[in-house]
């Protein structure tokens, strides 16, 4: 018995057609609704034969159908273009983070996920504190927040000291035990302002915490990201709202909170 196969003009490696979406993705997004070929030379501004070429190739990778004189892009062709434009966005958000992750171990586990579409800020000599600024809006007004930190930012200190006087906010941090030495004997007096006010709760953890996480909740939503620090201070923040990243958040936190003892 013979076996039906795929029609040759759908046979190609993988390669092959992601090099042909790549190639001919403006004409594949006109393609969106039937349209003639005249209309795409008029579209696109490019020649028929041109069109002609692009087409064909289209066709011949099973991504567009023809309906009458006019061709449309089928399920394979939107799924196909949106995969491309998708993997577009991603390597320019990796590309774009990488700045800022540079100074961590190579197999940092960052959910690609959680970077895109996010708020990439770097320190830079003109505008060193500009990643701190751009979290402390993120937070300035949240009901809950969650952090863990390798490192003291006193910075941050008035922030937190503003959120739970002026919204009550719920605040966890978690301090590696380095950390939670440098506060005790540099800033002992912050120590003992967050020990004596309700709703900040310190932990300390032995585990090594490569970056700051953090994620805060308010009645706009939730944001969360992470905050890199290298030999010079804080090299860059990267935040966002999406599930992905607060769930990557979310887990980072969970990690370091589970098993560290509360220090007040």
């Known amino acids: 018995m013979i076996k039906k ?11 092959d057609h992601a090099n042909i979406v790549a190639k001919r993705r403006d004409v594949l997004a006109a393609l969106a609704t039937p349209t003639r070929k005249p209309e795409l030379v008029d579209q696109l501004s490019a020649s028929r034969s041109t069109v002609d070429r692009a087409v064909d190739e ?41 700045r800022v992750l540079d100074p961590l171990p190579p197999d940092v586990d960052v959910d690609p996920a959680a970077l895109d579409g996010a708020q990439v800020v770097e320190s830079t000599p003109a505008a060193p504190d500009s990643p ?31 959120l739970v006087e002026r919204f009550g906010t719920d605040i966890e941090l978690v301090y590696t035990r380095e950390a939670l030495d440098a506060l005790t004997s ?51 923040v990267i935040n966002n709202d999406t599930d992905a990243m607060n769930e990557w958040a979310r887990s980072a936190y969970d990690r370091y909170r589970r098993g560290a003892e509360q220090f007040f």
């Open 5 to 15: 196969g795929r029609s040759s003009r759908h046979m190609g490696t993988r390669t």
């Open 58 to 98: 289209l066709q011949q990778a099973g991504l567009v159908d023809r309906t009458g004189s006019s061709y449309v892009a089928n399920f394979a062709g939107r799924e196909a273009l949106a995969a491309h434009d998708a993997y577009l966005d991603r390597v320019d958000a990796l590309v774009a983070a990488q």
């Open 132 to 162: 701190l600024e751009a979290n402390v809006r993120h937070v300035e007004e949240a009901q809950t927040l969650r952090a863990t930190s390798p490192f003291i930012m006193p910075r941050y200190f008035e922030a937190l000291d503003n």
């Open 186 to 236: 540099a800033y002992d007096d912050v120590r003992s302002q967050l020990e004596a006010t309700d709703g900040v709760h310190i932990f300390v953890t032995e585990r090594e915490i490569p970056y700051i996480v953090w994620t805060a909740e308010g009645l706009d939503g939730t944001v969360s990201g992470l905050i890199v620090h290298d030999d010079t201070g804080v090299a860059g």
